[in-house]
């Protein structure tokens, strides 16, 4: 055809494409002339006609030998089977295009025919230009029709294999969709997660952050931010949000587009090792105490100070244990005065002295459900960590921490007190030597006083009476 655009003329024709004239192309046709017929203008057009089928049988046994690019469907055959029937049957099994021939055109088989998804309809009769053409449509349209299909398992295996969640949301944070990895990401809640609100998996003040978000992106903004939701059996997740506005033909806000990635383990991770690195330089400035001075109340101070880096508590104390007897000789506590502690008999707290003849650090999750607890240090207790201290195989005290939270301190929080334990008996020796160096330094000093007055007196009278008072 001849088409006038302006000053210009388009010629436009139909292209007799290579694949497309070399196609396989079954013929079913109940009637022998036209089947003939067809294959006839079907060669001379240059593609191969893999047979002529007369009933629905034969149709799906050829079909079944040879697979087809394109079946001739005529919708009146021989047989139980009519034309759509055949065409359901074998578009279930394979993916071909069918275009039916039939000589109706009445709404009822023009209803059923649709049923199959033909990619063409021809009228008998019809005229060589109408079939090639119709051909060349099928089986370009099919061509279309399995690159997108191609490109919708590619994206679809994508989405359902990505190891971020993907997600859509309405304004009201509701799922429309979601991958696989989101679903996970929110604990396979019963039932998936479409039809359900974030704020089922959150805390309403949380909630209200996140929709601020919301009101953003309905203005056109991208953002990027961190929530936390509490998934079936309150576990709570930390997740960073990318979102992308999604808005409709129209310019109206109906969404958001938004890629969930759970960071919980990789935030354990991060804050484990920056208590590791508060743990290494707690213990460093320890050390450095212990060897900078010999004043026990000091070194003393120093250690309860690190402690409280690593191991937050409301109050700590160093207790001291001998001869059945304790004596707190350190108290730190916001909660708390300060003030001379009197010495008790260990008898007295069943608690400490479990702890103190423990080879490991005990853990209190509730005093107040423990019959042997005595409030040594007040009524707000609730969590209690003690760590017995050590010395040459001898246990002789305990380093206590207190908190007014239940449940507070755990197996981690128990395992760094072990090392200031040890930095504690390490305080404790070195003050103990210290000690017995200024016991011998005085006595070698008297005996030299001694030795000085025995040599100088003016006789023995003398020097008697000098010893006996020097000593």
């Known amino acids: 055809r001849i088409i006038k655009s302006g000053e210009k003329f388009v010629s436009l024709m139909i292209v007799k494409e290579v694949g497309m004239t070399e196609a396989r192309i079954l013929i079913v046709e109940d009637d022998g002339i036209i089947g003939r017929h067809i294959q006839t203008i079907l060669t001379r057009l240059g593609y191969r006609v893999l047979g002529v089928a007369a009933s629905g ?10 697979v087809p690019d394109l079946i001739l469907m005529d919708i009146s055959l021989q047989g139980d089977m009519d034309g759509v029937d055949v065409a359901d049957f074998i578009r279930r099994r394979l993916d071909l295009p069918i275009v039916y021939l039939t000589a109706y055109n009445d709404e009822a ?19 060589e230009r109408t079939l090639h053409a119709t051909i ?34 309405d304004p009201d944070e509701a799922f429309s969709f979601a991958n696989p990895a989101a679903i996970e990401i929110f604990g396979n809640p019963e039932g998936g997660l479409i039809g359900r609100t974030l704020a089922e998996f959150t ?37 960073v949000v ?27 991770s991060e804050m484990a090792e920056r208590e590791q690195r508060a743990l290494a330089e707690a213990l460093r400035d320890t050390a450095a105490a212990l060897t900078s001075t010999l004043n026990l ?64 650090p005990i853990v209190l999750e509730d005093v107040q459900q423990e019959v042997e607890w005595k409030p040594a240090i007040g009524d ?9 201290i050590r ?38 020796e070195n003050a103990q030597l210290y000690d017995e160096e200024q016991e011998r330094g005085s006595y070698l000093a008297l005996l030299n006083d001694l030795t000085q007055t025995a040599i100088t007196a003016g006789g023995f009278q003398d020097m008697l009476e000098k010893m006996a008072a020097q000593i």
């Open 391 to 428: 010395s040459h195989g001898q246990w002789i005290g305990v380093l206590n921490l207190y908190s007014a939270e239940k449940g507070f301190f755990t197996s981690i929080h128990a395992e760094r007190m072990r090392a200031f334990a040890n930095q504690v008996a390490i305080a404790l």
């Open 242 to 268: 990318v979102a992308a506005p999604w808005f409709d033909k129209e310019g109206r806000f109906i969404g958001t587009c938004a890629v969930l990635r759970d960071v919980t383990e990789q935030k354990k």
């Open 380 to 388: 707000w207790v609730r969590s209690y960590l003690g760590t017995p």
């Open 109 to 127: 088989t023009l209803r059923r025919a649709r049923i199959s998804d033909p990619f063409g309809y021809i009228l008998k009769p019809f005229d």
């Open 297 to 360: 109340d000091e070194v003393l101070e120093r250690i309860l100070n690190n402690v409280g880096r690593v191991v937050p508590h409301d109050a700590a104390s160093v207790t001291l244990i001998e001869d059945g007897m304790g004596r707190v000789v350190r108290i730190q506590s916001a909660r708390l005065p300060v003030r001379p502690q009197m010495p008790f008999a260990l008898a007295e707290r069943p608690v400490l002295r479990r702890v103190a003849e423990s080879d490991v």
């Open 203 to 239: 805390t309403p003040e949380q909630f209200e952050r996140i929709m601020e978000q919301t009101r953003l992106r309905s203005r056109g903004e991208k953002n990027s931010y961190e929530i936390e939701i509490i998934r079936p059996g309150m576990d709570a997740r930390q997740i």
């Open 136 to 169: 060349v449509m099928a089986l370009h349209k099919h061509e279309l029709s399995s690159l997108l299909k191609e490109n919708e398992e590619r994206m679809r295996s994508l989405v359902e294999n990505q190891a971020e969640g993907l997600v859509i949301v």
């Open 57 to 66: 049988q034969e149709a799906i046994e050829l079909t079944n030998q040879q």
